[in-house]
């Protein structure tokens, strides 16, 4: 199969399209992450639909001193990877082709949920990330998009933007893909020294911190569940040697802190530890949320969250998230 490279909006629609069209977005410099959204893609339109992959170097959501102009370009490399993955298109459309008349005058604004965590260190960011989402889906005309579930706050604000704005489209969430030792792919990783890597390292380890203290807390939780306190079962559980263990369980899962708190303890202890590195890693946020709005949960919280988390090592902004789950059947999501 050969992969057509696009580069204006004319080009694409000029093409016989025939069962589903399946777009994966994305900024270029593609990686194994990618080229999973592309898999993925390539499953849900099927041997007769198509799968049209979008590079495109958006500056609308580069802040002032973001790295805009470093922003690696490898346009060929992607090309290969896209084929690779199973893609039918690429489009990668020049600045002018997205904004013909310069930047936009009018955008859409991403409300209260893009002035949190990603929004709040990056004012305007999202802004300029629905107006391109919502750009591109009006050029590429697909029936269904995907996009990485790393970029978490960007992902639920796409799909509210699609839901509130009555976008026609199927956005799909494609879990995190990452490297054996636990780092986030990112196109950014490639801007790290082997020393900054090995710091980055810290943003997966307090997430797996955090997801570890839940399922522990909630496995305590379930132990003492299954021991009644009453004096029968006391006695019962004597006979066997299991009381002393029955009580810990007990006496653990009621007396030490448990839900959201620990979990931002436990995150967090791993981050503290991280700032006294060589070189040292920077924390921009950890947050526990409702991916609902992306707002901070309270300890009495039951559902699906994310725990979040921002840092920066070197020169280089790192993101990284894990959904958890609150509640009776609590645990990694």
């Not at 997205?98 to 965590?117: F, K």
Request: charged share 25%; proline share 5%.
């Amino acid at each position: 199969m050969s992969t057509a490279l696009l580069s204006t909006a004319e080009e694409l629609h000029a093409r016989v399209r025939h069962g589903r069209r399946a777009v994966v977005m994305t900024m270029g410099a593609l990686h194994e992450g990618h080229a999973t959204l592309i898999r993925t893609a390539r499953e849900i339109a099927g041997p007769s639909g198509e799968v049209v992959v979008t590079v495109f170097v958006n500056p609308l959501q580069f802040g002032a001193g973001e790295d805009l102009d470093r922003y690696p370009r490898t346009l060929d490399a992607d090309l290969k990877l896209a084929e690779q993955a199973g893609a039918d298109a690429v489009f990668a459309p020049a600045v002018d082709e997205v904004y013909p008349g310069g930047e936009p005058q009018v955008r859409i604004t991403a409300g209260p949920m893009g002035e949190r965590l990603e929004g709040a260190s990056r004012p305007g960011h999202f802004d300029g990330v629905l107006t391109v989402v919502g750009k591109m889906l009006h050029l590429t005309r697909p029936d269904v998009a995907l996009f990485g579930q790393k970029d978490a706050q960007q992902l639920a604000l796409i799909r509210r933007m699609v839901r509130d704005l009555n976008f026609g489209v199927e956005i799909v969430g494609v879990p995190t893909v990452r490297e054996e030792d636990g780092l986030a792919l990112s196109s950014r990783n490639r801007y790290l020294s082997p020393d900054e890597r090995r710091t980055a390292l810290a943003l997966s380890r307090a997430l797996f911190a955090g997801r570890d203290r839940h399922a522990a807390q909630e496995a305590l939780r379930a132990r003492a569940r299954e021991v009644p306190a009453t004096h029968a079962r006391a006695e019962a559980l004597s006979a066997i040697g299991e009381s002393r263990a029955a009580a810990d369980a007990h006496a653990v899962a009621t007396a030490a802190p448990g839900g959201p708190a620990a979990v931002r303890a436990a995150a967090r202890q791993a981050l503290d530890e991280a700032a006294h590195f060589d070189p040292p890693l920077e924390l921009d946020y950890l947050a526990l949320v409702d991916p609902s709005d992306f707002s901070e949960i309270g300890d009495d919280f039951t559902g699906e969250a994310v725990l979040a988390v921002a840092a920066r090592i070197g020169a280089t902004r790192l993101i990284d998230n894990l959904p958890l789950l609150f509640g009776s059947l609590g645990g990694a999501a």
